[in-house]
């Protein structure tokens, strides 16, 4: 069988889900968010696991009222028009079911999952966070499973996250396939990276797209499991469950696989398995030693990194003289060195914060790649951070930390409970976010305590912690 077959099929599949696709009543992303409302049966790696309440979703008609072709004697269908969404649905399932009979007859041998060693994880999601928490997969596949060997496609902040990794034998750079998926497929089948073995390609939670899993398949895998919005293209799928982590649900892969009991085994033998990791280089950790010098920092003294910005949308914030106060505080009491961590569009709002304060201070935004910001991290003592992308960082870094959360976000699903190193402080819980909200309800005094009884648990400039 000539083996530009499965992709000639594919781009014929594109082609007519791309032409029957109905109007954006329910985009992918809400798609994903609703699949996520509700739960799943599976492995439960956390013993404290609660139902998440759902954030409010973007309502979308797709109705267009400049446009009635209501008394148009002859309509016709332009080119690249939508069907409604009844017949675009059956459509796209008489598609999804032919093309995955005619992949049946292309590989009649699939092998058992439990028997597969090999195994390509994809890596396209849109946020910082979920690729962070998908690098517990490949360290538990390795635990679990003898002789594992463990590729990567990934583009984008997936593909700094995941480089330097090594649990990876492989690491492909490809295009995105949400926006070149064709060059995606072409840039995993060049890569070839287990040759003419089998393999299994696993999709993480936060990469369910369609066009993720139709990269793969126009690759020339045959064996998909995981997370997506194609389940027909499968071998075996999930869907996200809201009473675990993130990180819980992609573990859940390996149950999947056929692999539950023996990861249950190593969690208990290891809990530090579900902890997300980052592998800065010497490279990666020199440019975050010159970048302290040349701001000033004696890295013979305390320090602590702020995290004090995230996306106005997200209603995540705390009061610009509250964070003041608290950079007051430690450096009166603590002598700490104080340093700012964001990017570069959110530097002229740590600059405002830093203008107030009555002593020098740093910030590295918008001046380092994702690796650099988490070797000065893994330089760092301490970290006040919100709910955010660097969080992450620092929590892979293994660096002490209090988290200020917000009331109307599950804790479970993203916030490091249950590790002595992170003090999460969420002192209401709302089932939606106010237009106006600020974390309000979370004080100065409390942050200033949680930051000192961490520093007497973590003494500075020690380190030993982070092993």
């Known amino acids: 069988m000539n083996d530009k077959c499965p992709l000639r099929v594919g781009r014929a599949f594109t082609r007519l889900v791309t032409a029957s696709r109905g109007p954006p009543v329910g985009r992918e992303e809400d ?43 002859n309509p016709r269908r332009p080119r690249g028009t939508c069907y409604p969404e009844p017949i675009a649905s059956a459509l796209k399932s008489a598609a999804l079911i032919n093309l995955a009979i005619f992949e049946r007859l292309l590989h009649p041998r699939q092998p058992d999952l439990p028997d597969i060693t090999n195994f390509l994880i994809l890596q396209y999601p849109l946020a910082l966070g979920t690729a962070i928490h998908a690098t517990p997969l490949i360290a538990a596949i390795h635990a679990t499973i003898p002789g594992a060997r463990v590729a990567a496609a990934a583009s984008g902040f997936a593909l700094e996250i995941l480089r330097n990794n090594p649990g990876l034998e492989t690491l492909v750079p490809t295009p995105s396939p949400l926006r070149e998926l064709l060059p995606a497929a072409n840039a995993i089948r060049r890569a070839n990276p287990f040759g003419r073995e089998r393999y299994a390609v696993l999709l993480t939670a936060g990469n369910e797209r369609s066009r993720v899993i139709l ?143 009555s002593f020098p201070t740093a910030s590295v935004a918008g001046q380092t790649s994702l690796l650099e910001l988490s070797a000065i991290l893994g330089l760092a003592d301490i970290a006040l951070t919100l709910d955010t992308g660097p969080m992450h960082l620092a929590r ?67 380190f030993t912690h982070r092993t």
Request: net charge neutral; hydrophobic share 40%; glycine share 4%.
């Open 396 to 462: 892979a870094m293994r660096l002490p930390m209090v988290i200020i959360a917000p009331a109307w976000s599950p804790a479970v699903e993203w916030l490091p409970l249950n590790n002595p190193r992170a003090r999460i402080l969420k002192n209401l819980d709302l089932p939606t976010a106010p237009a106006d909200y600020i974390i309000d309800e979370v004080t100065v005094p409390e942050v200033e305590q949680h930051l000192t009884e961490l520093l007497t648990l973590y003494p500075p400039r020690t």
């Open 215 to 357: 990269s793969a398949l126009l690759a020339g895998a045959p064996t998909r499991v995981g997370f997506t919005l194609l389940p027909e293209l499968t071998a075996a799928h999930l869907n996200f469950d809201p009473r675990l982590s993130q990180i819980a649900n992609n573990l859940r892969i390996l149950e999947l696989l056929g692999h539950g009991p023996a990861l249950l085994d190593q969690l208990q033998s290891n809990p530090s398995l579900i902890e997300p990791q980052v592998f800065p280089s010497p490279d990666d950790v020199a440019t975050a030693h010159q970048l302290l010098r040349e701001q000033g920092i004696d890295e013979s003294k305390p320090i602590a990194v702020f995290i004090t910005q995230t996306s106005p949308t997200q209603r995540k914030s705390w009061r610009e003289d509250r964070f003041r106060a608290v950079a007051e505080t430690l450096h009166r009491t603590q002598a700490m060195q104080i340093v700012f961590a964001g990017t570069a569009s959110e530097s002229p709002a740590i600059e405002a914060l830093r203008a107030g304060l």
């Open 31 to 73: 798609i994903v968010r609703d699949q996520r409302k509700r739960p799943a049966e599976g492995l439960c790696p956390q013993r404290s696991c609660r139902p998440a309440r759902s954030g409010p979703v973007r309502q979308d008609t797709g109705i267009d009222s400049s446009k009635n072709t209501a008394h148009d004697p």
